[in-house]
């Protein structure tokens, strides 16, 4: 979770929510559960969201610690 989903109510896109998680398994299931197109689906979105962030956290810290240019003085 960021920190931000804390402070920020939206429902973001891409993201599971608890509401969606009916799977909760018993002692009597043996097998392992298919996966719908629509659960591989959000699971691919998922992903490219989560990726999409990290890649923008990334730039973030980029700018946060490049080495500064020295300004040449002109004469």
């Given at each position: 979770m960021q920190l931000l989903e804390?402070?920020?109510?939206?429902?973001?896109?891409?993201?599971?929510?608890e509401d969606e998680d009916n799977t909760v398994p018993k002692l009597?299931?043996?097998?392992?559960?298919?996966?719908?197109?629509?659960?591989?689906?959000?699971?691919?979105?998922?992903?490219?969201?989560?990726?999409?962030?990290?890649?923008?956290?990334?730039e973030t810290v980029k700018q946060q610690y490049k080495i500064p240019v020295a300004e040449v003085p002109q004469m």
């Open positions: 804390i402070f920020d109510s939206e429902d973001y896109k891409g993201h599971r929510s009597s299931d043996l097998r392992k559960t298919k996966l719908t197109l629509a659960q591989l689906n959000r699971l691919r979105i998922m992903n490219d969201v989560r990726k999409l962030e990290h890649e923008q956290k990334l």
